[in-house]
């Protein structure tokens, strides 16, 4: 039981340039999202989906894709990089309304 | 709109010293709390969470936390504190009528000295 895996840990992209960060988990969790990380801010929610086919916008979606077409995975993209979007990318998963959130081990990003 | 706000971005404490973390929330509605840590590069790690049963919780590693709402405070302490427990701490709030967004304290760091 893996939990929820991140891959990769470390990106540098050129500015314009496009990528898919990987979410997988194996706990059969309906609820996946996506968090980035920048200092003194905690973490914000990109995207969310409560289920396979279905995908939510959270507060900070701008620049950002996902897509959920099964339930163990769920990528988010970036079709054309900003320097803006340097941060540490957060995957979590839930099983229920009243647990707690299993977050992955994070993917650090650099936009240069 | 819920907020969290984590009273100090930085604590230092002595190992074998109480540790107190303070988080205030404000919510129109009644919240579910935790609260994460996060060691160097790692993700983050449920402590433990208040969902409206017993005010005080008691999480892993000697944690607890009491939930106050008169005072819309959840803070977090432990009696003593080893050098393990040096890590980021984070409070998070969540609000069912708003649709279980989580939102995240700013996040407290705390460096243990020997």
């Known amino acids: 039981n893996a939990g929820v895996t991140q891959t990769p840990k470390f990106q540098v992209l050129k500015t314009g340039q496009s990528m898919t960060l990987q979410c997988a988990q194996d706990?059969?969790?309906?609820?996946m999202s996506w968090y980035r990380q920048d200092p003194g801010m905690g973490l914000r929610l990109i995207h969310y989906?409560?289920?396979?086919?279905?995908?939510d916008q959270g507060e900070v979606p701008n620049g950002y894709n996902v897509s959920r077409s099964t339930t163990e995975d769920f990528p988010l993209r970036l079709l054309s990089a900003a320097p803006s979007q340097t941060s540490v990318y957060f995957c979590?998963?839930?099983?229920?309304?009243?647990?707690?959130?299993?977050f992955g081990s994070g993917t650090r990003l650099t936009v240069v | 709109a819920q907020s969290v706000t984590q009273l100090d971005s930085h604590v230092s404490v002595s190992e074998g010293t109480p540790v107190l973390l303070r988080c205030n929330y404000s919510?129109?509605?009644?919240?579910?709390l935790f609260w994460y840590v996060q060691h160097p590069n790692k993700g983050l790690q449920l402590l433990l969470k208040?969902?409206?049963?017993?005010?005080l919780v008691k999480g892993i590693n000697g944690f607890e936390a009491e939930f106050k709402k008169s005072e819309t405070s959840f803070h977090l302490t432990k009696p003593s504190a080893h050098m393990s427990d040096a890590a980021e701490y984070f409070c998070?709030?969540?609000?069912?009528?708003?649709?279980?967004?989580?939102?995240f304290g700013g996040g407290t760091r705390v460096l243990v000295k020997p």
């Open positions: 979590a998963t839930r099983i229920g309304m009243d647990y707690g959130y299993t």
């Open positions: 706990m059969n969790h309906e609820y």
């Open positions: 989906s409560v289920g396979a086919g279905i995908t």
């Open positions: 919510s129109s509605y009644s919240p579910s």
């Open positions: 208040y969902t409206s049963a017993a005010t």
């Open positions: 998070v709030v969540r609000i069912k009528a708003a649709g279980n967004k989580l939102t």
